[in-house]
C-alpha cells in the first residue's frame, strides 16, 4: 500500500498564490509550495509539547531552518512564541528575510532570530523545542556525527524541551524513480538517481517544470537514509529519556491522512513518512 506517493512531499494544501503567474520561476517558492507544509508542522508541533509536557512551549528553534518557514509559523501562532532559524547557507536565509519577515508584524519580527551558523555550534541559543524538518539531517552519514548533532541538540535544550525530527522511508525509497506532481502553473518533480545498500546512501534532485520548460536539478540532497529504531537508539545514547514515534493514519484511499499518533509499531508500506520526538 502506498500511504503517500513519495515520501519527501508532505501533503501541500494550500492555496497556489496569484504571484505564481507573474514569477516566471522562483525556486524558494516552488518549493514552499511543493514540498513545505509548514502551517501543518508547526501545529502538529505545539500540539506535540503539550501532550507530552502538558504546557506550553514558547521557544522554537528550527536547525537546517533554509527559508525558515516554520520559525514564521511558529511565531505567528501565538504573541508569546519566539523563533530562531539556524542554516549554513546566507541565500535561503536572505529570501526568507525578504519574502516572509518582511511580512510579519514589527512586533513579531522582534521576536524571530536568525544565525547563519552550524548546527553543531555548541554555544547556539537554548530552546523549548528544536525541530529539523524535512530530513534535513540525513546530510551526517555517519554514526558518530549524526550522534553529535544529537548531543547538542540535547544540550541546548531547555530543561523538558523536546526535540522533533521528521523521516521517511518505505520499499520505495530503495528504487530509482521520478515521481511527477502536478500544481497550478507548475510541475515537481521528485527524482530518486540511485541507492546503496551498503551504505544507505541516496541521492535525490527535485526538477520544476514552469511555463513548459523543464528546469533540472534545482535542488539536490545527499543523503544517508537512516532508519527509525537507529535515530531512536542514538537519541537515547546522548540522553532523551524518552524517544516516541508518531506515525501517520490511513485515509480510505490508502493514502496518509495527515494524522500522527504515538505508537509502538508501524505498517509496511510502500512509502510511508514519521516523526521521531525525543524528550529532555
Ligand atoms: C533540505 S534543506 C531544508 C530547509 C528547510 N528546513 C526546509 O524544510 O525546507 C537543508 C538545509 O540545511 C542547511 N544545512 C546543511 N548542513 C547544515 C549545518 N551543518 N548547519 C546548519 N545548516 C545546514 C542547508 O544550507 C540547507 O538550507
Redesign the pocket.
Request: hydrophobic letters at 45%; proline letters at 3%.
Given at each position: 500500500m502506498a500511504k503517500t506517493e513519495i515520501a519527501h512531499r508532505k501533503k501541500v494544501r494550500r492555496r497556489v498564490g496569484k504571484k505564481s503567474n507573474k514569477t516566471l520561476f522562483d525556486k524558494y517558492e516552488l518549493?514552499?509550495k511543493a514540498?513545505?507544509s509548514a502551517e501543518n508542522d508547526v501545529q502538529f508541533i505545539q500540539n506535540t509539547f503539550k501532550e507530552l509536557k502538558g504546557k506550553n512551549a514558547k521557544s522554537f528553534r528550527?536547525?537546517?531552518?533554509?527559508?525558515?518557514?516554520?520559525s514564521t509559523e511558529w511565531i505567528k501562532l501565538n504573541p508569546r512564541h519566539e523563533a530562531i532559524g539556524?542554516?549554513?547557507?546566507p541565500e535561503?536565509m536572505a529570501y526568507g528575510k525578504q519574502n516572509y519577515l518582511t511580512k510579519l508584524k514589527p512586533d513579531q519580527q522582534r521576536r524571530m532570530r536568525l544565525i547563519e551558523?552550524?548546527?553543531?555550534d555548541p554555544n547556539l541559543p537554548k530552546a523549548d523545542i528544536v525541530a529539523?524538518?524535512?530530513?534535513?539531517y540525513f546530510?551526517?552519514k555517519q554514526r558518530d556525527l549524526i550522534k553529535r548533532?544529537f548531543a547538542n541538540v540535547y544540550k541546548t535544550l531547555n530543561k523538558d524541551g523536546i526535540f522533533l525530527v521528521d523521516i521517511f522511508g518505505g520499499s520505495q525509497c530503495f528504487d530509482a524513480i521520478e515521481d511527477e506532481i502536478k500544481h497550478e502553473g507548475f510541475t515537481y518533480y521528485w527524482d530518486q538517481t540511485n541507492f546503496d545498500p551498503v551504505t544507505n546512501e541516496a541521492l535525490f534532485h527535485i526538477h520544476f517544470k514552469v511555463g513548459g520548460k523543464k528546469i533540472e536539478q534545482v535542488?539536490t540532497?545527499d543523503w544517508r537514509l537512516w532508519t527509525i529504531p537507529e535515530l531512536r537508539e542514538i537519541m537515547t545514547e546522548v540522553g532523551f529519556k524518552k524517544v516516541h514515534v508518531f506515525w501517520e493514519g490511513t485515509a480510505k484511499d490508502g493514502s496518509g491522512d495527515g494524522n500522527f499518533t504515538r505508537v509502538d509499531h508501524g505498517e509496511s508500506c510502500q512509502s510511508w513518512i514519521a516523526y521521531i520526538v525525543g524528550e529532555k
Open positions: 518549493y514552499r514540498v513545505q528550527e536547525d537546517f531552518c533554509g527559508t525558515f518557514a516554520l539556524i542554516d549554513l547557507d535561503p551558523g552550524n548546527v553543531l529539523a524538518m524535512n530530513f534535513s546530510c551526517f548533532y535542488f540532497y
